[in-house]
């Protein structure tokens, strides 16, 4: 026996918002609730509702808590650029994958930023600034000799991945 669920009015902002930042078109969305793409639009829309059991459905879809659903309204953040890591000449859109591990990162750093705050910690980069008018080749001769990674040792990396991990070491 099918469960029975009621319609449930929430802001249509809030769901357009939750599915765009999750990385699914109108078209996903309607086909995974089985519906059509107009039902879904008129949705989206204001004029028709999900029933709770679609709003958990969408819940997990979008790796969501349920209660976002109810929102008043859709929060206010900085789009992710189209242009994020994607080569040229690639599909622009950025895959559901890449949005959760962006959102997930972002919720990593809102927290770190609070214990920060609440144990007072003073938090400042021990990275130099540099100037567009400052000279590249000194620049680079002081990264080198404050990396202690010699040219020589560079020269004997044994493929990319060597490379790419002495260097990420050495910035961590």
Avoid: H
Avoid at 39 to 55: C, V
Avoid at 57 to 85: G, M, N, V, Y
Avoid at 100 to 108: H, M, N, S, V
């Amino acid at each position: 026996m099918p469960k029975k669920s009621f319609k449930v009015e929430i802001n249509p902002e809030v769901i357009k918002y939750l599915r765009e930042t999750s990385g699914w078109s109108i078209e996903e969305i309607a086909k995974k609730l089985k519906i059509s793409i107009e039902n879904y639009k008129e949705i989206e829309a204001g004029r028709e509702f999900l029933t709770f059991q679609q709003i958990k459905q969408l819940s997990k879809l979008f790796q969501r808590p349920t209660s976002a659903f109810f929102l008043p309204q859709a929060p206010k953040e900085l789009p992710i650029s189209s242009a994020f890591r994607v080569l040229p000449k690639t599909e622009k859109r950025i895959s559901k994958e890449l949005l959760l591990a962006i959102r997930k990162a972002q919720y990593y750093q809102s927290i770190v930023n609070e214990i920060i705050l609440d144990l007072n910690i003073s938090f400042t980069p021990k990275i130099e600034k540099t100037k567009l008018e400052d000279n590249p080749i000194e620049v680079a001769i002081k990264e080198r000799n404050e990396s202690r990674i010699p040219i020589e040792k560079q020269y004997k990396f044994k493929d990319a991945y060597e490379a790419f991990n002495t260097w990420r070491k050495f910035i961590e």
